[in-house]
């Protein structure tokens, strides 16, 4: 059985927990390691049991709690290159524990088999992850601004996904933001919006996924009542929900619940 569980963060789904055959595996660590460990303990896992963090991109909000969590447990961290490069630029006592894995790439973690992607967001080498324990696979795509057939690729066949659906562009557009800041959220290597979100949701659905898990809504200028509307609107229009398909949000101040594929 593999499930997966978010962890509370302020751009939900910044810190995701995934388990299988005896594995447990962090993706991104966006709260602090106290935090962490808090999520963690009243799951029934102890935070030395991971077997690995896995690290999207460089982006704070994606790490703010690795440096305390793999200096405190001496947990192996994967990256691709270029994220390593830039925490290693951060993170001086990561140089013992970072494995680097170019995106579509893989590698094995005990009884899960960890495959990678390439996404498009503003920072070094970001990447996706996709999870498989036995025939069960989860995939995991945050922060990028648009989506590719290698995203496609990445997450088809998975029974549970997490897909960022991060704003209205309407909201943005009329909001204060300054201009360089809108561009950067509407931009190409952006974030998804909740249309975009949802259709990448939609795609994933008619490649397998069962269920649907949206993450990374900002505050500043989304809601989950807003996100969730907006891709029940499309996976109605295709089936999905009527087709029993689980449709979800990552909650931000407490753990959200546990999926089981």
Sequence with gaps: MLTLTTLASGSSGNCILLSGGGEHILIDAGIS????????????????????????????????????????FRLPVYASPGTARQLCYRIAA??????????????TLG????????????????????????????????DLGFVTDQVRAGMAGAGLVVVECNHDPDWVASSSYPYALKRRILGDHGHLSNEAGGALARDAVAHGARAVVLAHLSSENNTPEHARAAVERILSACGALADGVTLAVAPRSEPGPTYAL
């Design 111 to 142: 009884s899960l088999d960890v495959e990678t992607f390439p996404t498009l967001h503003d920072a070094a080498e970001p990447m996706g992850y996709a999870v498989s324990c036995g025939e069960q696979k989860a995939a995991v795509v945050t």
């Design 33 to 72: 390691c106290r935090r962490i460990c808090r999520s963690l303990r009243a799951l029934g896992v102890e935070p030395e049991s991971l077997s690995g963090v896995l690290i999207t991109h460089e982006h704070m909000d994606h790490i703010s709690g690795l440096a305390t969590l793999t200096k405190q």
């Design 94 to 107: 990561l140089e013992d524990v970072l494995h680097a894995c170019a995106p579509g790439g893989s590698f």
